[in-house]
Structures are given as C-alpha cells and as structure tokens.
C-alpha cells in the first residue's frame, strides 16, 4: 500500500499578500479550480493500491486542511498537528509511526502541499517505477529534470555508473548487469548539492547529471525510521515521546507540545538523505513548480497577447508580462512592464518581476510592527464557517458572519462589548441567558455585554449575518468561552 503523507505546515510568505501566516498558500486556489492542497491529494488518482492520505500541518489550520479534504472526498486516515514547526525530517517522523501502528509496513509518498504539477500522470508513472525499488529499502526522491540554470533550487546529482531497474523481482545495479541510462528506473545518488550561483547552475544543466531537488519522496516507512535511528536517534526519540504522548481531538492528533518543542529541527534531505547510502532519484519531467514567488505564478499561468497572467477585474493599457491579481477591486495598468500587482481587501503589492523574493522582507516588517496583515485576511476562516470585518472606528465595528448549515459558534459571553445581530439570509437559533429562539430574515436581536449568548445554523443553507459591535475594547481575545464542540 501506498499512504501520501501530505506536508501542509508552510507559511508562504513570499506570497503575500494573498498568503497569510494563518492562511497560507497551500490552502489557497492559486493555479486552477481547486487549493494547492486539494490538487495535491487529486493527482494521485489512478495510483495503484492508494490508501487514505496523512496529512501534517499546524495547529492552527487544523479545521480549514479538514474541511478542503472534506470537500474533494478525501478523507484523511489522520491529521497530526504540530504545536510549532520542526522541518520535515521531523514531521514525516511521527507519520511513519502513526502508519506503522496500523500493523503495516506501508510505502509513504511524501509530497509538500503547496506545488504545482502540470503532468500529474507523469507523476504517477514515476511513482509506480520507483515503488519496487523503494519496497526493497531504497530511500527514493524524485529530481525534477531541469529546463534552464535555475538559482533557486537545490541540486540533485545521480551517479551515472549506478544505474538502477527493477526487473522480474530482482535488483539490478550498473552497465554491466544489463541495464542502461536510457532504460533505468532511477539512479544512485552521488551528492546532494545546495543552491548554486548562475555560472554553477548552466555547468549542471550542461553537464545532464543534475536534477532540481522536488522535495518529495518514496520509502517504507520502516526503512525511513531506521535510517533516522542510525543518523538522527535523538529526533526520532523526541518524534516517539511525542506522538506516544499525543492527545486524540475529533478528527486530529495533537502532538505534545513539551516532547515536540525538545525534537531537534531538520529536513529530510540533511537528516537522512544527504547521509545515507540507500538514496535514489527518480528522473520526472512533469511541468514541476515550487510556487515559491510570484514570478513563478507568471510562469505557470495563461497569458494574454500582451504576455500578462490577468485575474479577477483587470484592465490594461501598455502593459506587458505583468501578473495582475484582483480580489475585491478593479485593477487598471497603463504602462507597467515586468510587474506584479496583488489586490486584496486589506493590502495591495506592488513589485517588479526581478525583485518579488524580497516580499519576505515587507512581511518581516509588518511582524515587527505587530500588524495583522501579516497573519490575517479581512476574512477569516473558523471551523463553523468565517467572519470578516466591514468597518472599525474607535468603540465600534461592523462583521458579516456567515455561519455553516449545522455548525454553531461556542457558548460565550464578553466583558467589553455588546452586540446586534441582524440577519439577512438564512435561519438563526439564538441563545441569549435562559432564552433560546429563532430569527429568521430581516430579524434581528440585542446581545447585552456580559450575557452568556450562542448562535446556531439549523438550516441547509449558510446562515448570513450583520453584526454591529460596540464597546470599550473590541478585540477577538475578548471571549470567555464555556461551551465548544470545536474543542477550542
């Protein structure tokens, strides 16, 4: 059996300002129809022997990566939650033991949640190959095969005198035991190698020996687990203590905070494959995209006469290979050549095409200026549904609430503020005190400061609502919370 381990804990930050840090990139729609996530879980359909996926994200985006599998039909076997990052060494650590308690030695597909594949049956081609070899106890990666001296990846060289195939249950190694480069299902791993400089970068492309390091991989999860015995015994010790640990939550794992947070942070490439002997690669040609800036969304988009990748309201005027990316405004562009444009309803980027590595910085400064922008949309995601804020001034605010058929917000009250509830589509059951009722349309209610107050959806349709708040203090840590089926 084949079980993905999905890697959803990024924050993307060099996507700002679509990206967030509690809404980042890979649960974003940003090249096609469906979240970086969900197409991440999609194009393996068709794989033989697929099992149910493991997904690791962070803790705070636990119900938003839930409810997207949710909604494309694939239902996770768990989702381990991290209470902080670690690097992925770790995080495919505890999901090899959380696959193993199942009595099986399954294969784990270890993909990040935030790339584009362009050729997903390329993919799965590839994963099928390198399936035999893995089952034997290679630890297999997949290098993409480079189409230009690319800068911002690392490098992958394969040995060329140790071709490998995997031929009628037999392990075949080298020129001399009958097998080739043309027909090798992967290959040896002489080095693994770090960014190079643009000079390097052409020697590699020139030289045919070198793969663009994808990030994902294809082992058994026991082979993985010995390997970091042997080379990293105080992760995986750290990695036991917290799963072992771990405390059940509806549908997640919650990893020990204290034995994760005491796990020495790594990636797999430096923990385990730079070191050990069993590393393979897996040529893939498969239109492979990080997504890691901007310009990468450029490359991969459709481009009008004018070379712009155009979305949402746009008009242009002179203006040439441009991404223009509007969410709630009109964008209008005269003259820009070589230039990103990002809209969004509380920020607009503004940068050229050479430079847009340098949006971390803008986002570092907004973390040092506490801002919001730096972790929230205007709208933000919870479990029964989203909130976001319309207007703010001084001891008010304004918030459309929508609320899931179903779901109810927790049993709470504040100390600081009151608040009006106006409902303009959909069935709201209120509890306010002692007294539960029902506002339908255009109804409305007053919840006193201080009063114990819940709001429910018992329709089939999403429950749409104004809310006026009004107060001394207006912030969302103002909740005392006494009830919550979220377990918040």
């Known amino acids: 059996m084949i079980i993905p381990v999905i890697l959803s804990g990024g924050a993307g930050t060099r996507l700002w300002p679509l990206s967030r840090e509690l809404y980042p990139k890979q649960l974003l729609p940003l090249a096609g129809e469906h979240t970086m996530l969900q197409e991440t879980a999609l194009r393996l359909e068709g794989l033989s022997a697929l099992g149910a996926p493991l ?62 594949i362009a050729q997903p049956e390329a993919l799965r081609a590839a994963i099928e190959s390198g399936a035999p070899l893995a089952r034997e106890g290679r630890l297999m990666t997949f290098g993409i095969v480079p189409t230009a001296p690319e800068t911002g990846y690392g490098y992958i060289r394969a040995d060329r005198a140790c071709p490998l195939s995997f031929v009628t249950g037999h392990l075949l190694k080298g020129k001399d035991q009958g097998t080739g480069m043309e027909d090798a299902t992967a290959f040896a791993v002489a080095q693994f190698v770090e960014k190079p400089d643009s000079a390097t970068a052409q020697r590699y492309l020139d030289s045919g020996e070198y793969f663009w390091n994808s990030g994902m991989f294809l082992f058994k999860a026991s082979r993985y687990l010995e390997e970091l015995e042997r080379l990293a015994p105080a992760m995986l010790r750290w990695c036991r203590a917290a799963l072992e640990q771990a405390v059940r939550d509806l549908d997640f794992i919650r990893l020990d905070a204290e034995a994760f947070a005491a796990c020495p942070g790594n990636s797999i490439d430096y923990a385990v494959m730079e070191k050990t002997d069993a590393a393979a690669v897996i040529p893939l040609a498969a239109g492979w995209n990080d997504v890691g800036s901007w310009s990468a969304l450029w490359e991969i988009g459709a481009r009008d006469a004018d070379g712009n990748v155009r979305r949402g309201d746009v008009l242009t005027s002179g203006t040439r290979n441009c991404y223009l990316h509007a969410e709630r405004r009109l964008i209008a562009a005269v003259g820009l050549e070589d230039h990103i444009v990002v809209e969004t309803a509380d920020a607009v980027l503004v940068a050229h095409r050479d430079r847009v590595q340098e949006v971390k910085d803008i986002v570092a400064q907004l973390k ?30 304004v918030k459309r609430i929508s609320v899931n058929p ?79 089926q979220y377990g918040r």
């Open 55 to 116: 997904v690791v994200c962070n803790e705070a985006h636990r119900f938003m990566v839930a409810e997207q599998m949710r909604r494309i039909g694939r239902t996770p076997a768990a989702i381990l939650l991290e209470p902080l990052g670690r690097n992925t060494a770790p995080a495919v650590a505890v999901a090899a033991l959380q696959a193993l308690d199942g009595g099986e030695d399954p294969l784990l597909l270890v993909l990040p949640a935030d790339h584009v």
């Open 368 to 397: 040092a200026q506490g801002r919001e922008e730096a972790l929230l949309h205007r709208r933000v995601n919870r479990p029964w549904g989203s909130y976001e804020g319309l207007v703010q001034d001084g001891r008010f605010q």
């Open 406 to 484: 179903g779901a109810s917000l927790s049993r709470q009250l504040h100390h600081h503020r009151a608040e009006h509830w106006v409902v303009v589509r959909g069935t709201a059951r209120v509890t306010r005190g002692e007294e539960t009722f029902i506002l339908a349309e255009n109804e409305s209610t007053f919840i006193p400061l201080g009063t114990e107050h819940r709001l429910e959806n018992p329709g089939k349709i999403p429950l749409e609502m104004i809310e006026v708040q009004s107060g001394s203090y207006l912030g969302e840590d103002d909740i005392v919370r006494f009830e919550d």
